[in-house]
């Protein structure tokens, strides 16, 4: 269920039976020459539907706040100043959890927000809050099995034959294989002259046309599959998290004990 398409009264009964929202987050950022800015959050929303079709749960609309920083120099790019950021997904958390969600599940899809969305779930033990975040992370071991054995390629990351395929699963008009690069796109590893080292110019460093792997063989047909894999794995982490207590529980207990202090 897409939030936006219910009504009032069938979003409230929808809370009732559900208990759970599904947030997909993405940014607006380049992705190489042949797909659009909005992949990330496009691909994420769209997985996330079908996946709330089989494991029920109520989804929000497409989100595209995310640390995108390393896309600045490139047209189209959004960001938000950094303390503005973490207030716009702590206040829309915060705003899901006040219409009666007990249980907010981030479906993220864009690399590049991996630790910000971790750095906001330890976050949650700064405040106690009426609702639980749970950050899935990543396909199970067999998934990742399957995945590999779908795609011909070995080097993965950003507009790449994963990307792409899954792309033209979800809106192929929206694809232009006409425009993918005629070479794949590998680290440079500019920076190979330190000791291993993370700095925030790490992705430029090695990927400055914002394009990482190959995304010439890419298919709809093994973006349909690569796909399936992802909604079968988010339905299955839905239906794993409307039954958990022990987060609930362990975290009513950690507020409890901070509050005897
Ligand atoms: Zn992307």
């Avoid at 969600?101 to 991996?114: C, D, L, R, S, Y």
Wanted: with cysteine; net charge negative; aromatic share 10%.
């Amino acid at each position: 269920m897409q939030w936006e398409n219910l009504t009032a009264t069938a979003f409230a009964e929808a809370v009732r039976e559900t208990g759970v929202c599904v947030i997909a987050m993405g940014v607006l950022e380049k992705h190489s020459e042949h797909l659009p800015l909005g992949t990330d959050f496009l691909n994420a929303h769209k997985i996330a539907c079908l996946a709330a079709e089989k494991e029920p749960a109520v989804v929000f609309p497409p989100f595209y706040f995310g640390q995108i920083y390393e896309a600045r120099c490139f047209p189209g790019a959004v960001t938000l100043r950094p303390t503005l950021l973490l207030d716009v997904i702590q206040g829309v958390f915060d705003e899901i959890g006040r219409n009666g969600f007990e249980k907010i599940i981030v479906f993220n899809g864009h690399g590049g927000n991996i630790h910000l969305l971790q750095f906001l779930n330890q976050c949650a033990l700064w405040e106690e809050k009426p609702y639980q975040v749970y950050l899935p992370l990543g396909l199970t071991p067999e998934r990742q099995a399957q995945w590999r054995a779908i795609v011909e390629t070995d080097y993965h990351g950003h507009a790449c034959e994963c990307e792409t395929s899954i792309s033209l699963a979800n809106h192929p008009e929206l694809v232009h294989m006409e425009c993918v690069p005629a070479e794949p796109a590998l680290p440079l590893n500019r920076l190979a002259h330190l000791p291993a080292t993370h700095t925030g110019i790490w992705w430029y460093a090695n990927h400055p046309d914002h394009y990482a792997g190959d995304a010439r063989v890419a298919t709809r047909e093994k973006g349909l599959a690569l796909r399936q894999l992802q909604i079968d794995n988010l339905a299955e982490y839905i239906a794993a998290v409307k039954t958990d207590q022990v987060v609930p529980a362990l975290s009513r207990e950690f507020f409890a004990r901070s509050r005897q202090l």
